[in-house]
């Protein structure tokens, strides 16, 4: 799988759009991008994934640039709850199993009031 | 709404006790995941299984045993428990070839 690496921390004003990058610069090309967050004493939980299109949905859009070697997760009009730490990983979409998610120390966002 | 659940939330036993956790989900998937999550160490597969029947083990499986009879449940036992199984213990599932992993809150296991 490859690795990625994202800032340790950012702040982000309630209300504004909170963009979270993500650097892949060894990714295969059968990886797909995840996100993951986990807010504070929670399970963690997905957000979104793509592979070399841009994506969103009902929590966030995701970028990837053209070379695929870097991705920035958009939330649009972030709130208090939105405050967790978010995880970039990339892998491989496998034949019927799910593979195993290990994250990295991701991004504590704060947003902050 | 389908959902997945664990129980018990919060759970102080003493070492050497069995003790199962358990894991529910209602969305039918065919995988499930039992993972443990430390200061320090991240997320640790633990358990997972592909179907009925099907099991294998992760990368810190010593001391801990799963079985899965039907569709919706994993549990989770850890034979006897021990200090250091002193975890956050979340169970997850997804639908085949799907990486998009969806969690329980957590199982909070204190071994004295």
């Known amino acids: 799988d490859a690795k990625t690496t994202q800032p340790p921390s950012m702040d982000c004003a309630e209300g504004r759009a909170a963009n979270l990058p993500c650097n892949h610069s060894?990714?295969?090309?059968?990886?797909?991008v995840y996100w993951y967050r986990q807010i504070h004493s929670q399970g963690p939980q997905y957000i979104i994934h793509?592979?070399?299109n841009n994506e969103t949905n009902e929590m966030a859009s995701l970028i990837i640039t053209e070379d695929r070697k870097s991705s920035t997760l958009i939330l649009p009009h972030a709130t208090l709850r939105d405050t967790a730490v978010y995880y970039c990983?990339?892998?491989?979409?496998?034949?019927?199993?799910?593979?195993?998610?290990?994250f990295g120390k991701g991004t504590k966002l704060s947003v902050i009031p | 709404d389908a959902e997945i659940t664990q129980s018990p939330r919060h759970k102080i036993t003493e070492t050497g006790r069995q003790v199962t956790l358990a894991c529910h989900q209602t969305?039918?998937?065919?995988?499930m995941f039992w993972y443990r999550q430390d200061l320090g160490h991240g997320l640790r597969l633990i358990h997972y299984?592909?179907?009925?029947?099907?099991?294998n083990k992760g990368e810190v499986s010593d001391g801990y045993s799963v079985s899965r009879s039907n569709t919706e449940d994993l549990p989770l036992t850890l034979e006897s428990a021990a200090s250091s199984q002193t975890s956050v213990y979340f169970c997850?599932?997804?639908?085949?070839?799907?990486?998009?992993?969806?969690f329980g809150p957590g199982t909070r296991l204190t071994v004295l």
């Open positions: 997850a599932s997804s639908s085949s070839g799907r990486n998009e992993q969806f």
């Open positions: 060894t990714i295969s090309g059968n990886e797909y």
């Open positions: 793509g592979l070399k």
């Open positions: 990983i990339a892998l491989p979409v496998s034949g019927a199993g799910s593979y195993q998610l290990t």
């Open positions: 969305w039918n998937h065919n995988n």
């Open positions: 299984s592909y179907g009925v029947q099907d099991t």
